[in-house]
């Protein structure tokens, strides 16, 4: 069905000469207005090429689109969809492959008996633009398959009568004209469609026209070459990865450091829980702070500096897609907050004491990635890691109002620096 | 390899393969449409007037959901059926976005930042007048240009000549004939044409959007809207156009933009469903490029008043239209 209304070739080339006439029973006839229906009897070797041709541009469709029906298979069982849809569209994908092959394999059957009529019916078989049409002499066989003809690209047989009718009379209908695919927006021309003619279009056409059978086919090759693009990235197994490191970096964009002050500012307003000496005649104290977080602080007896530190906990694995969610929920907030987690991630380095854990989030498909983020805020200065190594990190959760902004940033406070460790890697997309 | 051909390859895939199990689908429905529905069905249980069939197309998608890519497929064989082309316009406009699918992803999306009923309210209400007006305007191009704005395979078939029309006995006898072989192969045949017909141009639209994608930086049009809020909805809905989401997905991706004004979210979830590089691409399958430009134009002015109007709404009643 490919070709009804790319395929004009056959129709055009013979068409100039004659007259146009509307054939009144040609809409029940083919069901299809927007063709040319010519039917030229005696024109073998017109009629030789067209048949050929008609049947390479159905043999092409049925191939091209079972090979996107087999590619759709092949990557959802490959798990080549991983990097490209989020999970709840693989199954799609699958019954849509499957689909097209079921499609395709229809198609085929009533190809290859397209062709055994063919056989059956030699000279008899004619093209019109793109329908197949068996001319059968023999009133008996006219009703085994009449009325074969939806795009047209079924058997045709039309009574003694019909005929008689269709050798006096052109069926010109308007039709696609072949516009190049890089192009779209070119005009695509009728032909003297009784009704709504269209008379620049059909100068544009004419000149189209002398290109013949070489240009249609080139279109019909220029949309082949189109559909074969992606069907290629597949046996290239390509894309075979998520976005780079580059692409990665810009979705995170300019990330701003906290400071070092962090912990200070969030300790301001924290009321004691427990309060001992040690043995050294320093004051230790547990702290909370109305952000639930927990501290120690030691006072030396000889009254320097307060030293703060967290306190660790076992913690729990959470996600990103969590944490970023309650940062705009205050109830969620109050009852995240002093919470130990444990999160996984890629590393991105701020400052020596300040990081940026993050993983990807897709919605539907890759196109709609958006990196989720945790700011990690660590007590001494951290070495060894690199961007987008995978990091497993533990600390207590805080949300931090952005500077300058209405928004809260998912914060999380390590107590040890032994609380951040190089882990496995992970999937890139926390679904 | 180089990673920005990579990266390339990457959005082209994820926006072809995202979208192809619909088209299938669309495909599918265009073909058994085209073989079952008898012609002029629609207008008959349409409203007689042009604004309530105007209004039940916008409303559509309530009834049956479907997504931008597998709406082009359908509607050009419900053109050839007879389905007025405000009606369809209304339905290519508003069905991406009314439709309980989106609804739910909307609602869900901006859950969290507490403006959920607001955005799905608003959206909805935004897609919904934008579509109506537009049909509005291309019925009455319509009048004045007829079927010339559209491509040969959408016209639709002059009313009488149909296939259940008695005026010719052999082609209503042939209608009860037809074997079931026969009608699974037209129903194949459509819908094989149909599929590999807007794929090309999918494919096409795909290669163009994630060209775009390569150069723009969601970051940056999010960092203009504290400066320039008008500037920010004309940038976001650039974006969206540019972006080529699915409706489905587009909430979450508007919802990323933590800090941008509500008009700027609005601007982008009401533009992207009706114009984006991809769906026009597939538009040249139905429409002519005079259409297109009338429906580009109608839209993209239309949404931007709108949520520019939205916007002043917002400042003059001091809603931060941030989430909380």
Request: aromatic residues 8%; charged residues 20%.
């Amino acid at each position: 069905m490919i070709s009804c209304d790319d395929w004009p070739v056959f129709s055009e080339r013979q068409q100039s000469a004659q007259t146009q006439l509307q054939h009144p029973g040609v809409y029940t006839m083919t069901d299809m207005p927007d063709h040319t229906h010519e039917h030229h009897h005696g024109h073998h070797h017109h009629e030789g090429e067209a048949i050929s041709a008609y049947f390479t541009e159905q043999l092409l469709t049925i191939l091209v689109a079972g090979l996107f029906g087999f590619v759709a298979i092949q990557m959802y069982r490959g798990g080549m969809l991983n990097n490209l849809l989020a999970p709840q569209f693989h199954t799609w994908v699958l019954a849509g492959g499957i689909a097209i092959m079921c499609l395709v394999i229809l198609r085929a059957v009533a190809i290859w008996y397209e062709a055994g009529l063919l056989q059956a019916h030699a000279g008899h078989v004619h093209i019109h633009d793109g329908h197949l049409h068996v001319h059968s002499h023999d009133h008996h066989h006219h009703h085994d398959h009449d009325h074969d003809h939806g795009c047209g690209d079924h058997p045709h047989t039309h009574s003694n009568k019909q005929r008689e009718a269709e050798t006096e009379q052109i069926h010109a209908h308007e039709q696609a004209a072949p516009s190049p695919p890089a192009a779209p927006e070119a005009p695509i021309s009728q032909h003297g469609h009784a009704g709504h003619h269209n008379e620049t279009d059909s100068e544009e056409e004419d000149e189209e026209v002398d290109h013949g059978h070489s240009h249609d086919l080139s279109w019909v090759m220029a949309r082949l070459l189109v559909l074969i693009f992606p069907v290629s990235l597949y046996f290239l197994g390509l894309p075979n990865a998520t976005y780079s490191k580059e692409r990665q970096l810009r979705m995170l964009g300019q990330e701003s450091s906290l400071g070092a002050e962090l912990l200070q500012e969030l300790a301001k307003d924290a009321e004691i829980v427990e309060e001992k000496t040690l043995e050294d005649g320093s004051l230790q104290r547990t702290l909370k702070t109305k952000t639930g977080l927990r501290l120690l602080e030691t006072r030396k007896p000889d009254g320097s500096q307060p030293r703060l530190e967290l306190l660790g906990g076992e913690g729990r694995r959470m996600r990103f897609n969590d944490l970023n969610d309650a940062a705009f929920d205050e109830a969620k907030r109050q009852s995240l907050q002093g919470q130990t987690a444990i999160l996984e991630g890629r590393f991105r380095r701020l400052g020596d004491k300040e990081f940026t854990l993050f993983r990807l989030k897709m919605t539907c498909c890759a196109a709609d990635t958006v990196p989720l983020r945790v700011r990690i805020v660590v007590p001494q200065a951290l070495s060894g890691f690199q961007d987008f190594d995978w990091v497993e990190v533990k600390g207590q959760i805080q949300f931090v109002k952005v500077p300058g902004q209405e928004r809260y940033l998912p914060v999380i406070m390590v107590a040890d620096i032994t609380d951040v460790r190089k882990t496995e890697p992970k999937g890139e997309y926390e679904l | 390899m180089d990673p920005t051909l990579l990266d390339f390859l990457l959005t082209f895939s994820a926006i072809l393969w995202e979208a192809m199990p619909f088209i299938v689908v669309g495909a599918v429905i265009a073909g058994v449409l085209e073989e079952f529905l008898p012609q002029q069905f629609i207008t008959r249980i349409l409203p007689p007037r042009l604004l309530p069939s105007v209004m039940v197309g916008a409303g559509l998608g309530l009834v049956f959901p479907m997504c931008e890519c597998g709406i082009v497929v359908v509607m050009r064989r419900l053109l050839r059926k007879g389905l007025p082309l405000a009606c369809c316009i209304a339905y290519l406009l508003a069905g991406p976005i009314i439709n309980l699918v989106v609804i739910f992803s909307t609602w869900f999306a901006f859950r969290d930042h507490k403006i959920g009923p607001e955005m799905v309210g608003l959206r909805c209400g935004l897609g919904f007048l934008v579509a109506v007006v537009t049909a509005l305007i291309v019925h009455w191009q319509y009048r004045l240009y007829g079927s010339d704005l559209l491509t040969p395979l959408a016209h639709p078939r002059p009313p009488g000549k149909n296939n259940l029309s008695p005026s010719t006995s052999s082609s209503s006898e042939s209608v009860g004939r037809r074997t079931l072989f026969q009608r699974l192969s037209h129903i194949s045949a459509t819908a094989l044409h149909d599929f590999v017909d807007i794929t090309v141009f999918l494919i096409l639209g795909a290669v163009l959007a994630a060209v775009a994608k390569q150069y723009i930086a969601p970051d940056e049009v999010e960092r203009l809207s504290r400066e320039a809020p008008l500037l920010v909805i004309g940038g976001m809905m650039v974006l969206a156009a540019l972006m080529c989401l699915c409706s489905e997905a587009d909430a979450f991706v508007a919802a990323s933009f933590t800090s941008l004004h509500i008009s700027g979210k609005l601007a982008f979830l009401v533009y992207g469903p009706m114009i984006d590089i991809k769906l026009m691409m597939m538009y040249t399958r139905i429409f002519r490029p005079r259409l297109i430009l009338i429906i580009f134009t109608a839209v993209t002015i239309q949404v931007f008043l709108y949520t520019a109007l939205i916007h002043l709404i917002y400042q003059l009643n001091g809603w931060t239209g941030l989430p909380g």
